[in-house]
């Protein structure tokens, strides 16, 4: 076992003394009004006590567990409670779990992001669990008067084999609230869990598949008006005036008015990113109401910086990539120096388009504010951040702030940035009610906080032995400087050259599901694949062969290159096995391999033929991201992942003509389709007890190589414009 | 504004809306029936998916008007205690991931396998196509589907 002091979230586990005499606790979640199972609703405990901020036990054995996180999606409702119940002992049918509101004095990075919320959790999550059933411990063995050491737990019972006594959790939970909280606490040794690891069903799937009112569009209060916002049709516009009154005679409405979302002298969050700057507000009693509003409304705007088309930022960026940078991010060696003797010598350009998010559920928050206090509930994925930015915009105090969540309709980074969550303040402080906003599809489509728009340049150099011998990559994006210098090859080669450019423009941009590596993992693995053929080498053992180097022969400081070699490379041989790569399945074929958020991801794609764009039928996909929390839903994270990699690459993008997006719904926009998704997922984990890092991204990156790389095996031609679909070749006669 | 009395669930409800209000906001809005969900307002992802005498029915863009006495049932009515067999599928086999689309995806193939109990992979595809996962789980739902096929 380890043992470990209870230093993180040390306040979790400090009882809030009001509870301590045992007292009932409140439920504090919105959504614990909705529906357990019927065995839960019989067997509800008379008195709740509360251990510690992350659960409470009732006095019948049964456990409410807070799930800290915010729920994009990525299933952490489920498998971060699995996680306490796993050091607490008890048995998960036992187990109810609430979604905890924003209290940053229990817990720590209440944020969904970066894939990072199981990897930065993990400890915590243990030791609140294992807090609590130290405690219980302590008060059986007083009750007993045995040795706390001496008593053992299983499924929610504590039992002292000698005396043959046994009480459940229950039975012991209020002498607990008096045990003083330990200073260090027994973890389980990896390998020994009886949760962890084992499939768990989505804790809200009941209510899902119900319709019950989970996400934030759903939150419908007493009084609560409908607001709705205009933002300018272009990038670069700013406001000028509108026809206010005529709209406001209009049924339902109640108010229509311009503000400033940011005035000058707030203060920003990084979470503030994306937005516009001022908008128009339209509020009414319903929905319909205000879209009709919407249409009615005339504004006027003015143009007030470059109104900047799909072509200019094309041009812009591909002049980028004739530029040397002043400094490189990386330089090992002597790149130029390698290609003037270099036998053959490889040179790709790979592009790709701005990616709206487009989150099922448009961005949407509720707000009641009042000069006592703002009650704030909705989606959110970064509640710590917004709340600030809130209390600086309504001038109140950030105790004076609450903010609750909800589960999230699909977050994909979009929800990092709440400017949404300020406008609906503002609304709501305006119009002295409370205000529920909504954006329309088109409103969420157009605002920006798009997937930047990328270019990268290749060139590889190979000796007379089709030995890898230099590396250049010049990468460019818009906002955004989109190369990780020292990631693969860097480490694995010994002249390498990498070098970032970044375009300024008005389009706001924003993390976009596996950012950067969405596409820079695409365009390397391919070019990786290019280099192989060139090289004369399989393109699996190619990449294998440079792992070697990487990992017996690392090119500069070892502690530089972000990947662990051999990790990566044992992604790459399960998935060797798995697909029997190499045999002639009659099909075309691709693999790719990326490591991003802490996690390596080895994926083989295997074609139908024709068409097009030919379907994806079988992928194998090999996944090393430490211990599996919950297989079940890990394979959903890692299938999601794949589809929407192949999905955007294959059909998606944002196009503007003079600062305006050409797509604003789903006619214009196309997104994956069922009868377009693959055919076949095999998901398969590498088992080695290291601790949990990140699953919701890191398998999107390295399918769009798989793909294109499968694509060319079955065409001929390789696909270096993102979307594929529209990657044709030219007409020719 | 017009009153109108509308079959839904099987209960008779009255509203008093503007006619040209889609049954989507008439459901969510007045109704407090927010299981049928806004995706995009132009019938072409699904989420707002109900019956309309049993015919899979985006509710963004049938108007209120329309409707008459035509029976409508939404996901909350599609079962009393969310045991229907398409439901139960969809527990089983743990499709959602963020869960918006469902709702719209389970009334899109329970109204499908009505008519076609006995679907191949090539005619489960085609109809939920017109719903959109954003997570991507159509491998899960195509799985769902046949499974609540079988039972």
Redesign the interface.
């Known amino acids: 076992m380890t043992l470990v002091k209870t230093k993180i979230g040390r306040r979790a586990f400090i009882r809030n003394t009001g509870l301590a005499s045992g007292g009932l606790v409140i439920g504090f979640s919105w959504l614990a009004s909705c529906k357990m199972t019927p065995e839960q609703v019989n067997n509800l405990p008379k008195e709740w006590f509360d251990l510690n901020g992350f659960l409470k036990v009732g006095d019948n054995g049964m456990v409410t567990i807070m799930s800290p996180n915010p729920e ?4 952490v409702k489920t498998s971060m409670p699995m996680i306490v119940a796993e050091e607490l002992d008890i048995a998960w049918k036992d187990v109810i779990v609430e979604q905890a509101p924003l209290n940053t004095d229990i817990f720590t990075r209440q944020l969904a992001g970066g894939s990072q919320s199981i990897r930065q959790g993990w400890e915590s999550l243990r030791m609140a669990g294992a807090t609590a059933k130290q405690m219980l411990k302590e008060a059986a063995a007083q009750a007993w008067n045995v040795s706390a050491d001496e008593i053992t737990t299983k499924d929610g019972v504590l039992t002292h084999e000698a005396s043959g006594k046994s009480a459940g959790y229950g039975e012991m939970a209020s002498a607990a609230t008096s045990i003083e909280v330990p200073e260090e606490v027994q973890l389980k040794d990896n390998g020994t869990f009886s949760i962890i690891g084992t ?1 768990k ?2 804790v ?3 209510k ?8 934030g ?2 939150v ?1 209060k007493e009084g609560m008006l ?1 607001a709705m916002i205009v933002h300018p049709p272009a990038f670069g516009m700013k406001y000028k005036g509108m026809n206010a009154d005529e709209v406001k005679s209009m ?1 339902g409405i109640k108010d229509v008015f311009h503000f400033e979302v940011y005035p000058e002298g707030i203060e920003k969050q990084w979470s503030d990113q994306g937005g516009i700057a001022e908008l128009v507000a339209i509020v009414g009693n ?4 205000c ?2 509003a919407k249409k009615a409304l005339e504004v006027d705007w003015e143009q007030d910086s470059t109104a900047e088309s799909t072509a200019y930022h094309e041009e812009e960026l591909a002049a980028l990539l004739e530029k040397p940078t002043e400094t490189p991010a990386r330089k090992d060696g002597d790149v130029d120096a390698a290609f003037a003797t270099a036998a053959k010598i490889v040179e790709s350009t790979y592009s790709a388009p701005y990616l709206a998010h ?5 961005m949407n928050f509720f707000a009641h504010v009042t000069p006592e206090k703002a009650e704030l509930l909705g989606p959110i994925q970064t509640p710590e951040f917004t709340e600030k930015t809130v209390a600086a915009r309504l001038g109140m105090p950030v105790e004076k702030i609450d903010i609750m969540m909800t ?6 980074g979009r929800r990092l940035y709440g400017p949404f969550v300020i406008e609906a303040s503002v609304i709501s402080q305006k119009v002295n009610a409370p205000v529920k906003l ?1 954006y ?2 088109e409103d969420d489509m157009t605002q920006g906080t798009y997937r930047p728009s990328y270019k990268v340049k290749f060139k590889a150099g190979l000796d007379d032995k089709g030995n890898l011998i230099a590396w250049h990559v010049r990468g460019a994006g818009t906002n955004d400087d989109l190369i990780f210098e020292n990631r693969f090859p860097a480490g694995a080669v010994d002249n390498y050259l990498a070098e970032k450019h970044s375009l300024q423009t008005n389009v706001t941009t924003g993390a976009w599901r596996a950012p950067r590596s969405n596409f820079i993992a695409g365009a390397e693995q391919a070019f990786i694949d290019e280099v192989a053929e060139a090289a004369g080498k399989d393109p699996l053992d190619f990449r294998l062969e440079l792992f070697d180097r990487a990992i017996n022969n690392p090119v500069g400081d070892p502690e530089s290159n972000d990947y662990d070699p051999a990790r990566y490379a044992g992604v790459l041989k399960l998935v060797k096995e798995k697909a029997n790569w190499g045999t002639d399945t009659g099909k075309a074929r691709g693999v790719a391999a990326y490591y991003c958020h802490n996690s390596y991801v080895a994926q083989v794609i295997e074609l139908e033929d024709g068409g097009d764009i030919p379907r994806v039928d079988n992928i194998w996909c090999a996944v090393d991201c430490g211990i599996v929390i919950n297989p ?2 890990a394979k ?2 890692i ?6 990699g192949i ?1 955007h690459s294959t059909y998606s993008a944002m196009t503007f003509k003079d600062g305006k997006p050409e797509q604003s ?3 214009t926009y196309r ?5 377009e ?5 095999e998901v398969h984990f590498v088992d080695n007890g290291i601790d949990p890092t990140g699953l919701g991204e890191p398998s999107l990156p390295p399918a769009i190589a798989a793909l294109s790389n499968a694509l060319y095996k079955a065409t001929g031609r390789r696909y270096y414009k993102q979307p594929f679909i529209n990657d044709k070749p030219p007409l020719v006669g | ?1 017009a009153t109108y009395t509308l079959n839904i669930n099987g209960t008779k409800q009255e509203v008093d ?2 006619p ?3 049954m989507l ?1 008439v459901l ?3 109704l ?11 019938a ?2 699904g ?1 707002c998916t109900i019956h309309l005498n049993g015919t899979a029915t985006r509710a963004c863009m049938l108007t209120v008007s329309s409707v008459g006495d035509q029976e409508i049932t ?3 009515g ?2 009393e205690e ?1 045991d229907h067999p398409v ?1 139960k599928a ?2 089983e086999v ?1 499709v ?8 719209g995806q ?1 009334m899109t193939a329970s109204a499908f396998l009505e008519k076609n109990p006995n679907p191949t ?2 005619e ?3 109809a ?2 017109g ?12 799985k769902a589907v046949k499974l609540a096929a079988k039972s």
Not at chain 1, 286 to 289: I, K, P, R, V
Not at chain 1, 639 to 644: H, K
Not at chain 2, 32 to 42: A, R, S
Not at chain 2, 131 to 142: F, L, Q, S
Request: a negative charge.
């Open positions: 994009i999606g990525q299933n499939d069903k989505n809200d799937g009941p899902i598949v119900t319709g019950k009112p989970l996400f569009l759903d419908y409908t049924p319903s929905t319909w109401e879209m009709q487009n989150t099922m559920e448009p589960r999230m309709g699909g977050g994909f909504v329309s599809r079940l839903a959903n994270q299938e999601g992942g794949m589809i929407d999905g719904n789903f006619d997104l994956i389709r069922n009868s998704a693959p055919k076949n997922i | 504004m809306v503007d040209s209000t889609p906001w969510r809005d007045h407090n029936l927010v299981g049928t969900k806004y995706g995009c307002g132009i072409q992802c989420a939404t996901i909350e599609l079962s969310g439901q969809w527990l743990d959602p991931q963020c869960g918006y689309c469902q709702a389970i992979d090539e489960i595809e085609m939920m196509n719903n959109i996962c954003r997570c991507g789980t159509y491998t899960r739902i195509k």
